[in-house]
């Protein structure tokens, strides 16, 4: 079973506008990361947050953690072409086991 | 510093056989999860290896085990493939031991697995 729910499922943009996606996920967390995965490989891990941080930042990015509404969104700046790939949100269960969305796939046109 | 390196790439096998899934995970790493990737979808959890016991387990029937290593390296194994198995089968590697904190994981490529 798959619990967080990634939105839109597809986005397409041009290049150096900003990307949004969204995150819900159903039971409480340790922490929510967010993966990158380019062309049906592996994954990249992008950044994490933990149940009792709100807001991060890495680089472009930007996520936000809202655990009273059990969401979560993360913030492309500026994005490029090599941004373009599927991004997931994946919720830390006991244990290290990571529970995925179905993705959002990102478009940036060029 | 080598990353998590998976083998084979790609395998293309029939339905009734089995197949073995390799990995290696990243140096100082002591843990492997393994999950299964259908197309458009999100990873799915199959289990985890740590001190070569199975510590933890997904909704996978018992055609799928595994096994891992004193060297950590890890082994996943189908056993009466389906059609359903199709799959990117990806390996990721974390250091887990006793107090440390729960971090990301490192991904392998992934081994895609085509059941004709």
């Known amino acids: 079973s798959q619990q967080g729910e990634e939105d839109p499922q597809a986005l397409s943009i041009q290049e150096g506008e900003n990307a949004t996606m969204n995150c819900s996920y159903k039971?409480?967390?340790?922490?929510l990361q967010w993966y990158r995965q380019n062309s049906g490989r592996g994954l990249v891990h992008l950044i994490l947050?933990?149940?009792?941080?709100r807001e991060k930042h890495s680089g472009r990015l930007r996520v936000t953690l809202d655990t009273s509404k059990k969401s979560s969104s993360l913030l492309i700046t500026a994005s490029r072409a090599a941004d373009t790939a599927s991004y997931f949100c994946?919720?830390?269960?006991?244990?290290?086991?990571?529970?995925f969305g179905a993705g959002t796939i990102l478009r940036v046109k060029s | 510093d080598a990353g998590v390196t998976q083998s084979p790439t790609h395998l293309i096998k029939t339905r009734g056989q089995q197949v073995t899934l390799r990995c290696s995970p990243k140096?100082?790493?002591?843990?492997v999860s393994w999950y299964q990737q259908a197309l458009g979808q999100g990873p799915q959890f199959i289990f985890q290896?740590?001190?070569?016991?199975?510590?933890q387990r997904g909704n996978f029937p018992d055609r799928f085990s595994g096994h891992q290593f004193p060297n950590y390296s890890s082994e996943l194994n189908v056993n009466a493939l389906l059609l359903g198995d199709s799959a990117l089968y990806l390996c990721?590697?974390?250091?887990?031991?006793?107090?440390?904190?729960?971090?990301?994981?490192?991904f392998g490529p992934g081994t895609r697995l085509t059941v004709t």
């Open positions: 990721a590697s974390s250091p887990l031991g006793t107090g440390r904190a729960i971090s990301e994981q490192y």
């Open positions: 039971t409480s967390i340790n922490n």
């Open positions: 947050i933990r149940s009792n941080e």
């Open positions: 994946a919720t830390m269960e006991y244990g290290n086991k990571l529970v």
């Open positions: 140096s100082g790493h002591d843990t």
């Open positions: 290896y740590y001190e070569e016991e199975e510590r």
